[in-house]
T-cell receptor, first 113, second 110 residues
Framework: DTEVTQTPKHLVMGMTNKKSLKCEQH?????MYWYKQKAKKPPELMFV???????INESVPSRFSPECPNSSLLNLHLHALQPEDSALYLCASSQEGLNYGYTFGSGTRLTVV | GENVEQHPSTLSVQEGDSAVIKCTYS??????FPWYKQELGKRPQLIID?????GEKKDQRIAVTLNKTAKHFSLHITETQPEDSAVYFCAASYGNMLTFGGGTRLMVKP
């Protein structure tokens, strides 16, 4: 298995909702990432997990809460989002140390209404 | 932190011509430089990468060059085809931090 699987592919949520994005990989990668991508912009790093521990948090608002239950799974819990949070959310994984390239998931297209 | 600048932001070429995209980076500690291709509505896909101990790497029609002294690296696509049309992102990293350039929209006209 050489893929990163993200669910759901599309999500529409209200500003008072709570939802979760899920990411799964079975390549034995020990580093996992959440990126946010707005239209016509590059991906922006949100969080990095290394060996299931949060190692980097790029000053992301607390309405985004990451979780890494085990080495294959990564979740992003969403609560009280704003319309400007609408974007493509990409999960990625890599071997620890990075210098092997990221494998990106297909992303979740999130719309906040 | 690392800052990656990418030029041009858009590039239009005729099918069969070559395309060159250039990036500069700021952090001399960066040691890994991947290039990603992103088609509309799809995920970024790694197309080629280069490490700081190598000056050039080639894979069929795609090549990447790295000048560590000048802190710049470039993507070269030869014999472009319409299916090469996409947004291309360069990136630079040290450890687990991958910083992307702003992207280049490449359009290959048949």
């Amino acid at each position: 298995d050489t893929e990163v699987t993200q669910t759901p592919k599309h999500l529409v949520m209200g500003m008072t909702n709570k939802k979760s994005l899920k990411c799964e990989q079975h390549m034995g990668h020990r580093a996992m990432y959440w990126y946010k991508q707005k239209a016509k912009k590059p991906p922006e790093l949100m969080f990095v997990y290394s060996y299931e521990k949060l190692s980097i948090n790029e000053s992301v608002p607390s309405r985004f809460s990451p979780e890494c239950p085990n080495s294959s799974l990564l979740n992003l819990h969403l609560h009280a989002l704003q319309p400007e949070d609408s974007a493509l959310y990409l999960c990625a994984s890599s071997q620890e140390g990075l210098n092997y390239g990221y494998t990106f998931g297909s992303g979740t297209r999130l719309t906040v209404v | 932190g690392e800052n990656v600048e990418q030029h041009p932001s858009t590039l239009s070429v005729q099918e069969g011509d070559s395309a060159v995209i250039k990036c500069t980076y700021s952090d001399s500690a960066s040691n890994y430089f991947p290039w990603y291709k992103q088609e509309l509505g799809k995920r970024p896909q790694l197309i080629i990468d280069i490490r700081s101990n190598v000056g050039e790497k080639k894979d069929q029609r795609i090549a990447v060059t790295l000048n560590k002294t000048a802190k710049h690296f470039s993507l070269h696509i030869t014999e472009t085809q319409p299916e090469d049309s996409a947004v291309y992102f360069c990136a630079a990293s040290y450890g687990n931090m991958l910083t992307f350039g702003g992207g280049t929209r490449l359009m290959v006209k048949p």
